[in-house]
């Protein structure tokens, strides 16, 4: 195991270096009630937080029971993970919390590349074409 895998098992969030993760169930209410982007393999929420509620870009990730059993969950977490990793630092902005939400079958199967492109897409659309 390198130090990478065990410094990510050992701190969950830390693959995230410029990205917080969510955890409180609060802050997915927050974001819930706030602007949505559907994409074909997830649905993006997003807010802007208010000033000194807390610093830079935070993400959250959720798949219900819909989406299937808990492996399937989780590879659908790791898929919407890796994209928000990959994604985010460039075209997400600080100061806004973005919750992705899987969907059944279509987060599991869909090409990666195109859901990466789906996330700069949904970002563009949240942000109003600046991001």
Known sequence: MTDAEKAATEHPGAAFSSCAVLRK?????????ARRAPCPAF????????????????VGFTCSKKVGNAVARNRAKRRLREI???VLPE???????YVLIG????TATRDFAEMQQD?????????????
């Open 25 to 33: 169930r609060a802050d997915f209410l927050r974001a819930a009630r």
């Open 43 to 58: 649905l993006l929420q997003a807010r802007q937080r208010q000033p000194g509620e807390a610093v830079g870009i935070r």
């Open 84 to 86: 928000a990793r990959l």
């Open 91 to 97: 075209h997400g902005q600080p100061g806004w919390d």
């Open 103 to 106: 969907r059944r079958d279509d």
């Open 119 to 131: 996330l700069r897409r949904a970002l563009r659309k949240i942000h109003g074409g600046r991001a």
